[in-house]
């Protein structure tokens, strides 16, 4: 059984649209994350949820807005999607929000055309 | 959060024991020492945490000098599967209000 599950690994959209991604985890924790790594690599998180509450927003903007129907769920909506968007989306969790073990998903690659 | 410094890539030949040094000077008293590894494509993988001294797993050995102002991963003898990048991260695991805040990490290529 996979961890972390997200859906879609590969999204390819145009410019407007709004995708959403979604991050199942199986493993019972408390704290679920999405990270997004650009072109460049880097790997900044966006937002942190624990037990369902949103614990860390980040500057991200407005268009990208988290939801947590349960513990075990963390899906990440975008809205009028950018050029500027495209990256990797990675989804995590962590037993508690702290430098632990966390376990990451394969990742989402959004391609915005 | 402490900032960490790590050599942006290195190149090792298979069967090499790989060691990658970070620095992070600004360690505070209650921070832990954590380190990650991505492979291509994929998300990142916890590897190894320490406080102080020498943590050894299945994967790794971590070696942290007393002042604690650096670390060294240490991986023996490499294969071309240990290709990937390596984060070294610094934080207080106990805080509760600490996420994972990754650097640039380093570039391991791993040469038959």
């Known amino acids: 059984d996979t961890a972390v599950s997200q859906t879609p690994k590969y999204l390819v959209t145009q410019m407007g649209n709004d995708k959403s991604i979604k991050c199942e985890q199986n493993?019972?924790?408390?704290?679920m994350y999405w990270y997004k790594q650009d072109s460049k690599k880097f790997l900044k998180i966006m937002f942190s949820?624990?037990?369902?509450?949103?614990?860390i927003n980040e500057t991200v903007p407005n268009r990208f807005s988290p939801k947590s129907p349960d513990k075990a769920h963390l899906n990440l909506h975008i809205n009028s999607l950018e050029l500027g968007d495209s990256a990797v989306y990675f989804c995590?969790?962590?037993?508690?929000?702290?430098?632990?073990?966390?376990?990451f998903g394969q990742g989402t690659r959004l391609t915005v055309v | 959060l402490a900032k960490t410094t790590q050599p942006i890539s290195m190149d090792s030949y298979e069967g090499q024991e790989v060691n990658i040094t970070c620095s992070h000077n600004?360690?505070?008293?209650?921070?832990?020492i954590t380190w990650y590894q991505q492979f291509p494509s994929q998300g990142p993988r916890f590897i190894i945490q320490?406080?102080?001294t020498k943590v050894t797993n299945e994967v790794a050995s971590l070696f942290i000098p007393a002042d604690r102002k650096s670390s060294t991963l240490s991986l023996p003898r490499v294969s071309l599967s240990d290709t990937a990048v390596y984060y070294c991260?610094?934080?207080?695991?106990?805080?509760?209000?600490?996420?994972?805040?990754f650097g640039k990490g380093t570039r391991l290529s791993v040469i038959a």
């Open positions: 949820y624990n037990n369902k509450e949103l614990i």
């Open positions: 600004n360690i505070a008293t209650n921070d832990y």
């Open positions: 493993l019972g924790h408390d704290t």
């Open positions: 991260l610094v934080g207080d695991m106990n805080s509760g209000n600490t996420p994972l805040v």
């Open positions: 320490g406080y102080k």
């Open positions: 995590a969790s962590s037993q508690e929000m702290d430098i632990t073990e966390a376990f």
